[in-house]
């Protein structure tokens, strides 16, 4: 098979545009798509802030608000100035982070033209402030179920080839196939002049040598990653960039923070990399307590009713205390009381014991997880229920009010379950208050192992930003409603 051939026919046997002009013809559709959503999405939030306040509250007529909708190609304009279209390769927290601001410099330039202008019309400022926070929502969701429904397509993410098989190559590969929302398909991977032939890496196969990378550049690829441990690889960096739009280089940086890294000319050919504590600085630790008593505040009071029946489910059904408080470790290290809504029979303990010993097999997957996909110890029906839609979670804003625990962090993990963890990790862990939810959680849910739940927890703590608090509690939201993972 040609390398123009394995282009056009990737790992995933689905139906892909061929001919001359194909890439261009994709792109401009994908483009085109997400310029709609997104018309789509300030369109509706507008459409519900007129319904809820400037009809029924000031009468006004839909047609004096109809007048304003040019002035929605300015958000268009402001989307594609900072790269979201289609805003491949920058993540869905940058994604979210970028939204934001456009949003909200596009209203604020819609404010100005409509009433410090004086324009002839008095609009309602209240149906814009609601227009302004549906907007901020209903845009960052409406991409969201774009992606889910596009990414299925194989035309939809920019074709890239992966130059190197090494272990950098393989991960990359491997994290590109997972994270949809980055937009990348790996189609080929050619090899270094060092390194053995495979067929495949990843599934991804094996083209050939860099030679081919005009072919594949001719065809439309765009995107090269290169492996490389070296920043002076120059002529080879070089080599590629006479065919390809953009070359990324993979590098790996431990542990360190890479969200909202920055680099640093100092003089010549030197480069610093710029981190920044974002956790000690005190003004975002205001920020995120200030985010973590709002939102918690106002979900206590929406889902008070649901905890009170879920409370009285469980003592009809399974006699014993309809809460439990688990001792955790918090933030600094100290003890803290975390309630849930009791899922398990009162004698959860000897029941799993006397599982374990008649299924030997199942201890394996105990000490890989701490967790039972099938476990015998669930109230019968309601205890499945509650911990699929996280139910059982919801007393926890009692303590994200008070100010045990935050919206977002590491999971409170009981003392057996941490003990399986490096004291490094444990000492970081301790940086922060342990969340409702978190990365983990969003990624694998119970799927994940001891690895992935550190490497999840170190990335948040190490990265943290409020938009990606943001990135994660919306994220939560669908995960809950799918069921993932849960049991």
Known sequence: MTDVELLNDPPRQTRTWKGPGARSRQRATRNGLLILGDLLALFMAAACAYSLWARPVRSQPIEQYLQLAPL????????????????????????????????????????????????????????????????????????????????????WAEPVVVVGTGQRATRAIRNTLKAAHLGYRPVAVLTLEDQKSVATVETVPVAGDLQLGASFA??????????????????????????????????????????GIHIRNLGGSMVGFEYTNNLLLFGNQTLKRTMDLVIASVSLVVFGPIILMAATLVKILD?????????????????????????????????????????????DEWQARFKLRHDPRLIPFIGRLFRRLSIDELPQLFSVVVGDMSLVGPRPLPDYHLRSFPPRFLTLRQRVRPGITGLWQIMVRSEGGLDEQEGYDTHYIRNWSVWLDLYVLAKTVGVVFSGRGAY
Do not use: C
Request: overall charge positive; aromatic content about 12%.
């Open 72 to 155: 929605l190609l300015f958000f268009v304009v402001g989307y594609a100035a900072v790269g979201l279209y289609p805003g491949f390769g920058i993540g869905g927290v940058e994604t979210l982070r970028r939204l934001t601001y456009v949003t909200t410099a596009g209203f604020l330039a819609v404010a100005t033209f409509t009433f410090a202008l004086q324009v002839p019309h008095r609009y309602s400022r209240v149906t814009f402030a609601l227009s302004y926070v549906l907007s901020v929502l209903f845009v960052p969701t409406a991409r969201l179920l774009l992606l889910n429904w596009a990414r299925r397509f194989d035309w």
């Open 218 to 259: 001719s065809a439309g690829v765009r995107v090269a990653l290169l492996e490389t441990d070296q920043f002076q690889d120059r002529d080879l960096v070089d080599r590629l960039q006479q065919h390809f739009h953009h070359v990324v280089l993979l590098r790996e940086f431990d542990d360190l923070p890479i969200q």
């Open 319 to 363: 006699r014993g205390p309809a809460f439990y408080f688990q001792k955790r470790t918090g933030l600094g290290g100290r003890d803290v009381a975390v309630p849930k809504i009791r899922t398990m029979r009162v004698d959860a303990e000897k029941i799993l014991e006397e599982h374990l010993r008649a299924h030997p097999a199942l201890r």
